[in-house]
């Protein structure tokens, strides 16, 4: 893998003659000291050359990231990443290319980076041709990239125009060397030393009379020498406007000298933007490669990609020449490059190509098994593009096209267009002579209108889309192919319940036609949202904090779900399990929890894994008093699509909340809004709003708060949506305390104390989940001396409860939790509380509740 050589020919010992600029050399070696070196020059200045000479002298371990204009595709640029990262580690690659590059998945990518290299290790990582790149998601990521500050690792940035990322902090520190076409241009020693090695011996007046025409330029200097090498002995050197001839000298000192199928195989080149070894395998024969490598520096093969990179003016030139090749040599060789793609995991650029052959049944082919049902934003730009200038004639050809454009369209959250692509396509396919391929067309035509009604039911109460899903399952018993994955992935939103109305049983409403679509689905998307209407059912309970009957839903949704590899339905379920342990202190169920969030990461068809992990585990740091350091980035994008954002938005929220940062927690409740959003739900609304009240009250806006959090009950009551309250703890007891001693308020007072000691009870479990969480071990089963009732009690007790809070959170009298704690007194021989809580955790007795047979976690009431 280490080729110490620039270029890809011969080495120096074989006759290769090529000059090692130890000035520059030096330059590098001092610059790499520091965490951030930038190379910044016009084209023709070596600066690739020179970065990557330094690099292959030494044994520090490089990633080599060559960027190009199509990288402003955020999905472009992480399979680019990946094939990078895996030219050093070959395991590491295929995880990263599943990374949006976002902050948080820059941290991923790390993590991932950083254990196959290994911590506080020298490693140098270059981002060549930023200049390329606009796209402001990917220069962020750069950017953090170059700006992380880890020990050992030193980013070259290559451009040829000022970097179009802020590095001031770094510059003013000392932290970064810049280096630039002054630095680049070679000295006249350089320039004679170079004609050295290439045995020209021009006179002092010849030598002066390049120097000047060249101004230290390297490619014009290579030229130069060119030319002199051509000259017959004694022939008076002539002076060239050497940068106003650039093509005109590459064709007299470059084209002449090759022979003509090498021509074709250059300029067939230029119709690709990368050029993998592997590939150009695919298009010449060994013999054209091998003469390939004979063109000296304008070609080279880069050991860090595995590609061959083209000078940028050779490659300008090549492409004025592609007129010389033919419609149906182009068209192979696009074939063959997306092709080649497909088959790497390089999913845009195989659909690029694809496109530029007009195959766009390969297309199709590629959309229906390598995207996920929603696509985020930044990879639905370019697809759609491509859908929307397919020629006249193509979509009648290929029907399939139209609802791939309706997919897309409802990505961007286009229902209107995606509804009136579907409304033409539908009756004009219906009206065909029946095959399984209109089959298949009509029942993905289905599928998408019953999804947008899904996404329309929200808003208007009009849940009429069971039909369009029975109608796509009779379509799917006909058709000739099966939906698989990743397209049986259901992708959710922000809450399973799209439901806008606060009015009581309207959910109710909701899930029942859910649960209807489910066999349909199961016919029509192989298994597709299999445990959903459970995961509903789930997710209700949760929010009324009837946790004994949301764990049995959870429960079963992910049983479920786990048997039709339903992955983001099984996370959102284990999520919020996550939160009902939290709820209860139950440490074992929380180890056991995140031990199926990391089992997820396992599965590679998971798409979302890693932002679905980083979601729910953050959400757990916040909860138990640790900040997640993704959060902290107030200006990143989601990767997900931006209908499946709001859990993303509140755990940001929640982090900058707790991090005492109010303003920029109210900035980000209001911020990344989609029109199916958190607010566009009655559960999201509740979620903000009881944000927004705490926010505000700790700025010292006591009325503001109280408003607020007067709202978030208006749209909970309906429902009695109590969990949205409880879980923000000790926050919320502080505010709750302040309205009971307030006059008056639009929350009873029964309803306040209940929010009140219940809050307060969580808050007291949840310093126990942070003082025992990372040291739980197996205990044995709790004595049968207590009954349930009272073993729970003594529990609340062990957490610091006081009775009234019990009394609250078990909906019992305060008289009967003192009789109730005189029997644990009692039977434990205990003179108080911290001697019944000393004996109990002595004898074995404090063993996690049972809480299938437990009290409710919301009324207390004993359950048979």
Not at 281 to 293: H, Q
Not at 767 to 792: C, G, K, W
């Amino acid at each position: 893998m280490k080729n110490k050589e620039f270029f890809t020919g011969p080495s120096l010992s074989e006759g290769q003659l090529y000059l090692e600029r130890q000035r520059i050399n030096k330059l590098l070696e001092k610059a790499v000291h520091r965490p951030i070196v930038t190379v910044i020059a016009g084209a023709g200045y070596g600066k690739t050359h020179a970065v990557y000479s330094f690099v292959h002298k030494g044994e520090i371990p490089v990633t080599w990231i060559l960027l190009t204009e199509r990288d402003n595709i955020a999905e472009r640029f992480c399979e680019d990443l990946s094939a990078a990262v895996g030219m050093l580690h070959y395991d590491a690659g295929p995880a990263l290319v599943e990374f949006p590059p976002t902050e948080r998945q820059f941290l991923n990518y790390l993590r991932v980076h950083l254990q196959n290299l290994g911590r506080d290790k020298k490693h140098i990582l270059v981002f060549d041709d930023i200049h390329l790149i606009h796209n402001d998601e990917i220069l962020r990521f750069i950017e953090h990239c170059a700006t992380a500050a880890l020990s050992g690792i030193t980013s070259i940035l290559i451009s040829r125009t000022c970097l179009p990322i802020n590095l001031m902090a770094y510059e003013s520190k000392g932290l970064s060397t810049a280096i630039t076409e002054e630095e680049l241009r070679f000295s006249r020693a350089e320039m004679l030393e170079y004609f050295h090695i290439q045995n020209i011996r021009p006179g002092p007046g010849t030598a002066d009379s390049i120097y000047r025409d060249t101004g230290g330029w390297a490619f014009a200097i290579y030229l130069a020498a060119q030319a002199l090498r051509r000259q017959a002995p004694g022939t008076q050197y002539i002076p060239r406007a050497f940068k106003s001839n650039v093509w005109r000298l590459i064709e007299s000192e470059i084209m002449a000298e090759i022979r003509p199928p090498l021509r074709k195989f250059l300029i067939k080149l230029v119709l690709l933007e990368r050029h993998p070894g592997e590939l150009l395998s695919e298009i010449g024969d060994p013999c054209l490669i091998a003469e390939l490598k004979k063109i000296g520096s304008f070609i080279r093969l880069d050991s860090y990609t595995g590609s061959y990179q083209i000078h940028p003016l050779l490659r300008e030139y090549l492409e004025s020449l592609s007129g010389e090749l033919s419609a149906e040599e182009k068209k192979d060789v696009w074939l063959k490059a997306a092709r080649w793609c497909a088959a790497n995991r390089q999913k845009i650029n195989a659909i690029y190509y694809y496109e530029k052959a007009g195959d766009y049944g390969e297309i199709i082919t590629l959309m229906y098994t390598g995207f996920t049902p929603l696509i985020p934003a930044p990879s639905t730009r370019p697809l759609l593009t491509i859908m929307e200038r397919t020629p006249p004639g193509t979509c009648e050809e290929n029907p399939e096209l139209y609802l791939i454009r309706s997919w897309l369209y409802t990505s961007m959250e286009m229902i209107e267009k995606a509804e009136e692509v579907l409304s033409g396509i539908i009756p004009a396919l219906e009206a065909r002579d029946p095959c399984p391929r209109i089959h298949q067309i009509l029942s993905g035509s289905y599928i998408n209108l019953g999804f947008i009604r899904v996404l329309a039911g929200a808003c208007t109460g009009n849940y009429d889309f069971v039909s369009y899903f029975e109608k796509a399952a009779f379509h799917a018993r006909c058709r000739d192919r099966d939906f698989s994955p990743p397209l049986t992935v259901a992708p959710l939103g922000p809450y399973i319940c799209r439901v806008n109305s606060a009015e009581k049983g309207e959910m109710e409403r909701y899930i029942e036609a859910m649960a209807k679509i489910i066999p349909y689905l199961e016919s029509a998307m192989g298994g597709c949202h299999y445990g959903m209407d459970e995961l509903a059912r789930g997710e209700l309970a949760f929010f009324r904090a009837d946790l004994r009957r949301a764990e049995e839903c959870l429960l079963t949704a992910a049983a479920k779900a786990r048997q039709k590899n339903q992955y983001e339905i099984e996370n959102r379920a284990l999520f919020y399990l996550m939160r009902i342990y939290l709820g209860r202190g139950n440490s074992r169920e929380l180890s056991r929890i995140r031990e199926q969030f990391l089992s997820q990461l396992d599965k590679e068809d998971f798409i979302n894994r890693y932002t679905y992990f980083d979601i729910t585990t953050s959400w757990f740091y916040i909860q138990t008093g640790r900040l997640a350091g993704w959060l902290k980035n107030d200006l990143e994008k989601s990767d997900l699509n931006s209908m499946a954002y709001g859990l993303e938005l509140l755990v940001k929220a929640k982090y900058h909340f707790a991090a005492r940062e109010y303003p920029a927690a109210l900035a980000a409740l209001q911020g990344g809004e989609s029109r199916f959003g958190p607010r566009s739900y009655n559960l999201g609304r509740i979620e903000i709003k009881v944000l927004e009240a705490l926010c505000r009250y700790r700025l010292g806006g006591q009325d503001a708060g109280f408003a607020a959090l007067e709202e978030a009950w208006e749209e909970a009551r309906p429902n009695g949506f109590f969990m949205p309250f409880i879980e923000q703890g000790k926050d919320m007891r502080a505010l709750t305390g302040a309205m009971l001693k307030a006059p008056s308020s639009r929350i009873d007072k029964k309803t306040l104390e209940r929010l009140h000691f219940s809050a307060s009870a969580y808050a007291k479990r949840l310093v126990i989940i942070m003082n025992e969480y990372r040291f739980l071990d197996d205990r044995p089963a709790p004595s049968e001396t207590l009954s349930h009732q009272e073993l729970t009690i003594l529990k609340s007790l062990s957490q610091g409860l006081a009775r009234e809070e019990i009394a609250v959170e078990g909906d019992i009298s305060i008289n009967t939790v003192k009789s109730v704690i005189k029997n644990i007194y009692n039977k434990l021989g205990a003179m108080n509380r911290a001697d019944a809580v000393r004996i109990a955790a002595n004898s074995g007795f404090m063993t996690e509740p049972d809480h299938t047979k437990n009290l409710c976690p919301h009324c207390g009431k004993e359950i048979a």
